[in-house]
DNA sequence: CGGACCTGTCGATTCGTTTCGACTATTTCA
DNA sequence: TGAAATAGTCGAAACGAATCGACAGGTCCG
């Protein structure tokens, strides 16, 4: 590999010149800049990336810290990572992957502290992270997909379930619904998103008159099936279900058919937070509400560099608002005569 | 930050010592490194990953190359890689993303000439890929996820399509299939991934006197809708077919369904190399044949791994054998009579 | 009992950049 | 027309860790 030596050499000048040439923080006569240039371009120099970070404390890398759970992922992470990585690129960043369980707090000291990444985004944080702790002991710069139960001035990007829940239960409501079901998946912690949407759906039902069963389900197929059994049991008028677990989708579908539950027809599903890729393989396709995951981890990253340039910017708390997109797994009450009227929504959007 | 220059103050000894303690490059008495070791505990220090990389020519860094194509990522991609993901950081790397097209060859010569990483992975290799030559002339370590026309030499691991296709083949003939449909998608490079399967197809087809009519579709639900058609078309006695993209199922189940074929009953689908949740997502679940991704992205690492420490192993080619997994998506040709007899698949595997 | 050989430690140098201070030639303007 | 500013360049000193040579003291063996 050339050095910025091997380039002053050639070029006839002082490796500072080169230095200066490349970053152009002083100036360089015209003649002499190209002929450095010339001299890169011969010796295919790239400046060395550790000597770089050595010396100016600034790496150009951000790292992404996902849950590690490889067992069972949520495919719209995918969007997440991708949409991240993408965006991180674009603005002349490099993203790293950083799969730590919520336990590993001391390796993810030790990370933080190797002064490699210039900053972090955090997903999927829970209300009582630890990890939010070590970043900011340790002096990291870092932004949250989600938030902590504490997020005061932090940095983070979250959906903003009140819209969501609004969008779906207000869809719900307006095709005769009165009844319905929330599944949620099951989680060792309290007040996590999953019990935020709740009590937003709840609020939501409230408002249009409508009441709302919330069952917590293991995120298998299995875990689907109990969660239809246990919602046929509580009540079986529960005429639609809003689903925030991408894995119980299977089985709350499968357990509907073997009921005789036909959808939409007999019993309406709508997904929160599911991705467009996800949404179309099932059948019918599944309607979901809620914002782009692809878009909010660019976003994410936006937050997270606008921190890294102006340091002392005030933290920023942003919410998406996400939209109703309509597939094919909603449909009208068929226990209730339903008057359609004119709709009152308007995020709606209906696709193909 | 601590430095090393603070714990060895802190302990009393010189840097070399703190340095010889930390890495055990040279025998160094019990007491003074218990003194140092709690110097650095007190300090809560970490040494420095660039001053590090610098001096030691090593990052423990590898990068995991993408296709860029946020647009339509193919949902196992998140399997290869949070395998590849955790695996390495078992290993003691770090992984980093790199989304490049296969257009931006410079942009890639420049991060390979960085110095950053010690070695990459290559995901979705072409056959014609330039992302190679750049590699192999920058002179970075790698492996390959799948090859190239060329790998000769080279490091790689890839599923084993002749196993897949006689998997798939041999299963839908015992069904009763003669004439099966294999829906691949549209691409701009000769002699690629599908290509390849499809020929495999095709001379598994032959040796049980089945016939194969292969159709390339757009990548989305409406290519899958258009396959359908275009295999109706060509032989509407098609009772069975073999998918290779993921994006286009939807559509394909769709147009079935439309058509009055209900899967599997009169229409057989099975997917190559289709993630588990993904699959379970269709009604009926979709039978899968091939490797678990998961498992691909970790061997991936291996090789690359033992090719970074031992230096002069020669070049090692993997091939990775699918398993049959069936659900729900195959059943009996209906124009036929069917007997069952004994199977003389091994391979098989039923799920719940 | 004196070289050969360990054990344990230190100082100095090196990796490839960035950046500060210094210096020469020019230019600018009161 | 001379003081001040500016353009253009250089040398040297960091940044933080790894590593080589040196060396003091101790152990071993013939």
Redesign the interface.
């Known amino acids: 590999?050339a050095t910025m030596a091997d380039v002053a050499r050639l070029a006839g000048v002082s490796v500072s010149t080169v230095s200066y040439a490349l970053s152009g923080t002083r100036p360089i006569s015209l003649s002499t800049r190209e002929r450095i240039e010339q001299a890169m371009l011969d010796l295919?120099y790239?400046?060395?990336?550790?000597?770089r970070?050595?010396k100016s404390k600034r790496?150009r890398?951000i790292a992404l810290l996902?849950p590690?759970q490889?067992a069972?992922?949520r495919?719209s992470?995918?969007?997440y990572?991708?949409?991240a990585?993408?965006h991180a690129?674009e603005r002349g960043y490099?993203?790293?992957?950083?799969?730590?369980g919520v336990e590993a707090a001391d390796d993810l000291?030790?990370f933080a502290?190797?002064?490699?990444v210039d900053g972090v985004l955090v997903l999927d944080v829970r209300p009582d992270d630890p990890r939010i702790q070590v970043l900011a002991r340790a002096e990291v710069p870092f932004a949250m997909i989600g938030h902590n139960a504490e997020p005061d001035g932090l940095d983070y990007i979250a959906t903003d379930f009140a819209h969501s829940a609004r969008l779906a239960v207000e869809h719900l409501s307006e095709l005769g619904h009165r009844k319905l079901g929330f599944v949620d998946a099951m989680s060792e912690v309290e007040g996590g998103d999953g019990a935020r949407l709740g009590k937003e759906l709840e609020e939501a039902a409230g408002r249009v008159g409508a009441t709302m069963i919330p069952v917590a389900a293991e995120e298998s197929?299995e875990g689907g099936r109990t969660a239809f059994a246990a919602l046929a049991g509580a009540d079986p008028q529960v005429s639609a279900i809003v689903v925030f677990s991408?894995?119980v989708?299977?089985g709350l579908?499968?357990a509907a058919?073997e009921n005789g539950r036909r959808i939409p027809e007999d019993l309406s599903v709508i997904c929160i937070d599911m991705a467009p890729?996800?949404a179309?393989?099932?059948?019918p396709?599944m309607s979901t509400v809620g914002p782009s995951a692809?878009q909010i981890g660019q976003a994410a990253v936006d937050l997270l560099l606008r921190r890294l340039d102006g340091d002392a910017a005030p933290a920023r708390q942003l919410l998406f608002q996400g939209e109703l997109n309509l597939r094919g797994s909603c449909g009208p009450n068929p226990t209730t005569d339903h008057h359609p009227g004119s709709s009152t929504s308007q995020q709606r959007r209906y696709l193909?």
């Open positions: 590999m295919g790239t400046p060395n990336a550790f000597a970070g050595l790496s890398i996902l590690a490889t069972s992922p495919l992470a995918l969007e990572i991708l949409g990585s993408d690129q490099h993203l790293m992957l950083w799969t730590a000291a030790q502290g190797q002064g490699l197929v991408e894995h989708v299977p579908m499968r058919a890729h996800v179309e393989l099932t059948t396709p692809v193909q």
